[in-house]
């Protein structure tokens, strides 16, 4: 890009900056120690996942691990070159930009480090943010056990397709939704992008935040999952049409979301490239493996929540579109998984989360059901936890993308990840671009990297592994 873009780009960012202090100097305080509090519960978790290599990562990130060693060991832009057309590494790779940039200075290690802070930092953030969601400490204290902990009856599920706890309970139905530590575990890009989503329209419905910097910052968090970012657009509708019936929709509210979109257009068109094989498409289910499905995953919370009104401070709207959203989306697929479903669903789930964390704390005569089926729900992210200690420290990815994804994802297909030089947009095709290299070594890691689960759902106790 020539030099004038890049100090344009750095204009609407300051600008956009100074937008979002001005409308929110009046908001409440955080305070240190409510931040501090949040960046240890954020380290420990993430440790727990495997970021940093402290403990196992689960497989998925053998390909995250490579894309990050692939993007600090090259200079950029670059191409692969493995196949008889070159590539350019196309993914939501906004999570390593940071971490890659450590990489070439100081090194992998200190890329891990940085990974893990990096994320650290973030979700602290958010979860200090949602602290102004609850009056007390007490409420604040209920409030975050039960948002660390949510997530549907998949012990139950699992019990009752497999006859046994597997390794991995959230895939007892064939179809998922997340649940909060699983999300940490394995997607945390993903997650971060759809709390954002989530927040940014709790704190505005409860009147603590003006909608022009939530619209702003959204655009932004494409580059990190646009998957998390369409599950936030049911909810971006939903504030656009109260701010217009109400005729509170102000300018500002066009312009900074505006501003921020043009400064993205480059990462969107990006995130675009060459993605016919990503599509969109309706993913049949059978009835009755959906009916099962959200009889564990959602209605024990849905159902209670909407007979008690009281439970709705953020709107019986809000609730009621988070119900038909969780209801519908499982029959979207983008790709060729149902990433769409587990990703798109994390805006809808943060809301009911706190919906469900009011209830507890309210009290109420339907309470202790809920109490009950969050207890049920708790073991889901309890045995990811497990996972992480009982398994080995995750060891250093030493190949490049492609013979990482071949490891355990060969059979499905790597456009997510790639596009073909010729079928990027000329505004970001790159013109002379580095040459990554085809050769690889021996091993893409010491030792063995176990499996969570096996395709057929092996028990958490069978010796899995992939070299």
């Known amino acids: 890009m020539p030099v004038w873009a890049y100090a344009f780009g750095g204009l609407v960012i300051a600008a956009l900056c100074v937008v979002t ?19 240890l519960v954020a380290l420990s978790l993430l440790l727990l996942s495997g970021e940093g290599r402290f403990f196992y990562a689960n497989v998925d990130w053998q390909v995250r691990f490579a894309v990050l060693r692939d993007m600090g060991s090259h200079p950029w832009p670059f191409v692969y070159t493995a196949r008889p057309e070159p590539d350019l590494l196309r993914a939501p790779i906004g999570m390593f930009l940071v971490p890659a940039l450590v990489f070439k200075a ?14 650290g930092m973030l979700i602290a953030l958010l979860l200090a943010l949602g602290s ?13 056990a039960i948002f660390i902990l949510f997530s549907g009856m998949d012990a139950i599920g699992d019990l009752l397709m497999q006859g046994m706890l597997t390794g991995h309970l959230e895939d007892w139905a ?16 993903h997650a971060i992008a759809g709390w954002v989503g ?23 968090t494409a580059l990190w999952s646009p998957l998390g970012l369409m599950g936030a657009m049911p909810f971006v509708a939903l504030a656009g049409l109260r701010s217009l019936i109400s005729r509170a929709l102000r300018l500002r509210d066009l312009l900074a979301p505006g501003a921020s979109l043009l400064i993205c257009g480059p990462s969107l068109i990006y995130l675009g490239a060459a993605s016919d094989d990503v599509g969109f498409h309706f993913q049949p289910i059978p009835f009755v493996q959906w009916l099962l499905f959200q009889s564990f995953e959602t209605l024990p919370y849905l159902i209670p929540l909407a007979i008690a009104g009281r439970s709705t401070r953020f709107g019986r709207d809000s609730l009621w579109l988070a119900f038909a959203w969780l209801m519908f989306i499982p029959f979207v697929q983008i790709g060729w998984s149902i990433d769409f479903m587990m990703r798109g669903s994390i805006t809808a789930l943060a809301l009911v989360t706190v919906m469900v ?9 339907r309470r202790r059901w809920v109490l009950v089926v969050l207890a049920v729900g708790s073991l889901t992210g309890l045995a990811e936890i497990r996972r992480a200690l009982v398994y080995p420290a995750t060891p250093e990815v030493r190949c490049s993308f492609f013979k990482a994804w071949d490891h355990t994802f060969a059979a499905f297909p790597k456009g997510s990840y790639l596009a073909p030089l010729e079928e990027v947009p000329a505004l970001i095709r790159p013109v002379n671009p ?32 992939v070299k």
């Open 21 to 39: 202090v001005k409308v929110t100097r009046d908001s409440r305080r955080i305070s240190w120690g409510t931040v501090l509090a949040c960046l």
């Open 357 to 365: 964390a009011d209830h507890v704390v309210q009290g109420g005569e």
């Open 174 to 189: 064939d179809i998922q939704y997340s649940s909060t530590i699983t999300l940490l575990f394995w997607v945390p890009q």
């Open 132 to 144: 102004q969601l609850f009056a007390d400490r007490r409420s604040r204290l209920t409030g975050l």
């Open 434 to 465: 580095a040459r990554a290299s085809a050769g690889e070594p021996g091993r893409c890691w010491d030792g063995t990297w176990k499996l969570p689960y096996d395709p057929r759902n092996a028990p958490s106790g069978r010796e899995d592994g």
């Open 106 to 119: 100081l090194g992998s290690r200190a890329a891990d480090v940085a990974l893990l802070v990096q994320n």
């Open 198 to 220: 989530a927040l940014g329209f709790m704190l505005w419905r409860e009147g603590r935040v003006p909608l022009a910097p939530w619209l702003a910052v959204l655009p932004l």
